[in-house]
T-cell receptor, first 115, second 114 residues
Framework: DVKVTQSSRYLVKRTGEKVFLECVQDMDHENMFWYRQDPGLGLRLIYFSYDVKMKEKGDIPEGYSVSREKKERFSLILESASTNQTSMYLC??????????????FGDGTRLSIL | GDSVTQMEGPVTLSEEAFLTINCTYTATGYPSLFWYVQYPGEGLQLLLKATKADDKGSNKGFEATYRKETTSFHLEKGSVQVSDSAVYFCAQGTPYTGRRALTFGSGTRLQVQP
């Protein structure tokens, strides 16, 4: 089975801090994704990466950046955390075969609170 | 742009009732379609999928049929259990735009009472 591991289940940070969320997958997937999940809004794509050092903006990239130095690891960075970034963050991965039609495999999520 | 529309929840049912959660999609062509389930405090798990028109995906007693004529992929289960209480997400792939991410609906919360 595909395993996507997010480094923290719960995280509490303060406004203005730089925050790192880490995600690792063990299936050699080319694609990795970061979403945030908020009540009533479903999943919204922040960034995704289709290869090492490659990234593309999703639907809500403002206030975030990402890093993919190794194929198995994809990091989400909140440059200067704000209270409106309090949310559940979900990482996912997928193979590049049949681009756009592959299922995504999700981690358990990180519930981030910004005080 | 492409979108997925799900019925709003919560859906509250008694144990052993029949379940339908409606889902319609807008992608052109023949996108793959998915249902995901999210149990409390967990990430999303793939429940079932279908890749072409008239395909039926099934898993754990849940079924959904890819209906091209109505652009729908409704989730059904004949007899729900308390353990099925979760949030269900419908999603579509978008192969013709080059977008690699799936497009998700807003989710439907199911509550099953004993």
């Amino acid at each position: 089975d595909v395993k996507v591991t997010q480094s923290s289940r719960y995280l509490v940070k303060r406004t203005g801090e730089k925050v790192f969320l880490e995600c690792v997958q063990d299936m050699d997937h080319e694609n990795m994704f970061w979403y945030r999940q908020d009540p009533g809004l479903g999943l919204r794509l922040i960034y995704f990466s289709y290869d090492v050092k490659m990234k593309e903006k999703g639907d809500i990239p403002e206030g975030y950046s990402v890093s993919r130095e190794k194929k198995e690891r994809f990091s989400l960075i909140l440059e200067s955390a704000s209270t409106n970034q309090t949310s559940m963050y979900l990482c996912a991965s997928s193979t590049k075969l049949l681009r756009g039609n592959q299922p995504q495999h999700f981690g358990d999520g990180t519930r981030l609170s910004i005080l | 742009g492409d979108s997925v529309t799900q019925m709003e929840g919560p859906v509250t049912l008694s144990e052993e009732a029949f379940l339908t959660i409606n889902c319609t999609y807008t992608a052109t062509g023949y996108p793959s379609l998915f249902w995901y389930v999210q149990y409390p405090g967990e990430g999303l798990q793939l429940l079932l999928k279908a890749t072409k028109a008239d395909d039926k995906g099934s898993n754990k007693g849940f079924e959904a049929t890819y209906r091209k004529e109505t652009t729908s992929f409704h989730l059904e289960k004949g007899s729900v259990q308390v353990s099925d209480s979760a949030v269900y997400f419908c999603a579509q792939g978008t192969p013709y735009t080059g977008r690699r991410a799936l497009t998700f609906g807003s989710g439907t919360r199911l509550q099953v009472q004993p």
